[in-house]
């Protein structure tokens, strides 16, 4: 809102989820899901989602302030969420399972912030095809997870092809600025 209005009351509360957002990544620049002793799994799309935020933060609000937080979480996201073949890993200490939403997420994420590192592209890339190879059915729709040993063949328009329908949009978009 403060971007398109320019009204100063609606800058303070983004700033200070962003800022609360920032104090809660770790050293090594994860986020945990969440604080209860439950939730502290790091995972990808949400680790994505933090990305993004700050990054849109940094720009609407015109600020530099979430910097060194996005690229040390760049570098653990990077490091963390990614096999050498494009398949985007779900938690940060384990492939499986591989999710369509990661999929998507890894590929909207990498883009968003590829100003940080231009390889950010080519691995967006890999993700694609990754997923075409493994996660495409013929029949026009993405599957919801690999496991270790089988295939969840399921489409759940909600989940699966919505949020790949914004990556492959994305995608586009990618190849349409290069262009």
Known sequence: MYKHTGE???????????????AKQRDDGSW????APTQRWIDNFHT?????ALQSICRYAETTE???????????????FFRADGAPRYFHNRTYPIDIHCVAQSIITLLALRGLDQ????LAHSVFRW???????????????????WTIRTSYMRWSQAW?????STLLDELNVDS
């Open 8 to 22: 100063k009351r609606f800058l303070g509360p983004g700033l200070r989820v962003a800022r609360y957002s920032a």
């Open 32 to 35: 945990t899901y969440g604080e």
């Open 48 to 52: 994505g989602y933090n990305l993004c």
């Open 66 to 80: 979430f910097e060194a937080c996005i690229r040390r979480g760049l570098e653990f996201y990077q490091a963390h």
């Open 119 to 122: 390889d950010n592209v080519r």
């Open 131 to 149: 997923a075409m190879k493994h996660m495409w059915d013929d029949r026009g729709f993405f599957y919801y997870r690999v496991l270790r040993f």
């Open 164 to 168: 790949m329908l914004l990556a492959m």
